[in-house]
C-alpha cells in the first residue's frame, strides 16, 4: 500500500509503458519509499531547498517550472481582427498542430525517457481535454493556426502550426483566448511554463502575468 507521501499518476502510465508516480514530501522517508517501487518518479521541490537527499536517491534536475497570474484588472489586451476563436473543431487537426510542439516540457527534457512517450503523454492529454470541451481552435483569417487549451482558469496546452510562428502573432493569439477566459467570469488566469521557455515568459508578461511561484522538478527512473 502506497502511503501519502507517495501517489500514483495514473495519466502518465500508458503513455510512458511504466509505472507512473509522484512523490508529495521532500523527506527521507518519501524517498527511501521509491527505492522500494519500479517505475517513473517525478518529485516538485522549493528551488531553495536542498537536492543533496535527491541526488543521494537517483533523482535528477529536469525543469523548472514558473506559475504566472493574471487578475483581470493587471490585464494589458492586444487585439488583430483577423483573429477568432472556434469552440468546435477538429480533434485531428488540434492534435496534428500538437506534435513536436512540447520541446520545452519536462517529459521531452527528461534524457531517460523516449521521445515518442513524451509525445504520447501530451497527444493524451490534450485528448481528454478536447474530451472535456476545453480546447479552442484559433483561427487568423479563417485560417486554424493553432489551439488553446484549458481547464476552468488554467491554461494547459497551446500551440501553433509552423507557419503561423515567429510572426508575433502569439500575444494576440493569447489575448484573445484569455480575454474570452475573463469574459466567462473568471477573476484570475494562471499557467504554468518552463524557466528556459524565455519567449512564453515574455509573453505572457506582457499580457499582464505576475509571476507567483517556481518549483524545480526531478524525476527519476527505477526499472
Known amino acids: 500500500m502506497i502511503q501519502e507521501i507517495i501517489r500514483e499518476t495514473p495519466w502518465d502510465k500508458p503513455a510512458l509503458g511504466l509505472d507512473t508516480y509522484e512523490l508529495l514530501d521532500h523527506s527521507e522517508e518519501a524517498l527511501q519509499k521509491s527505492e522500494r517501487l519500479k517505475g517513473h518518479f517525478t518529485i516538485k521541490v522549493d528551488p531553495l531547498d536542498s537536492k543533496e537527499l535527491l541526488h543521494q536517491y537517483g533523482f535528477y534536475y529536469t525543469d523548472t517550472l514558473l506559475t504566472p497570474v493574471c487578475k483581470k484588472d493587471r490585464f494589458t489586451p492586444f487585439v488583430d481582427e483577423k483573429l477568432t476563436l472556434l469552440p468546435d473543431v477538429n480533434r485531428e487537426e488540434i492534435i496534428a498542430i500538437s506534435k513536436g510542439a512540447y520541446d520545452h516540457g519536462r517529459f521531452h527534457r527528461d ?12 497527444d493524451n492529454w490534450l485528448n481528454q481535454l ?25 491554461v494547459l496546452l497551446q500551440a501553433f502550426k509552423p507557419e503561423y510562428q515567429g510572426r508575433g502573432l502569439a500575444k494576440y493569439f493569447w489575448s484573445r483566448a484569455v480575454s474570452s477566459l475573463f469574459e466567462e467570469g473568471h477573476k484570475e ?27 524545480d522538478v526531478y524525476h527519476k527512473l527505477n526499472k
Open 189 to 215: 488566469i494562471k499557467t504554468s511554463i518552463s524557466a528556459a521557455n524565455l519567449a512564453m515568459v515574455n509573453l505572457v508578461a506582457s499580457l499582464g502575468f505576475k509571476f507567483a511561484d517556481a518549483v
Open 130 to 154: 478536447y474530451d472535456e470541451g476545453n480546447v479552442w481552435g484559433l483561427l487568423y483569417e479563417d485560417d486554424l493556426a493553432g489551439f488553446f487549451a484549458f481547464s476552468k482558469n488554467q
Open 111 to 122: 534524457f531517460k525517457l523516449e521521445r515518442n512517450g513524451a509525445d504520447q503523454r501530451y
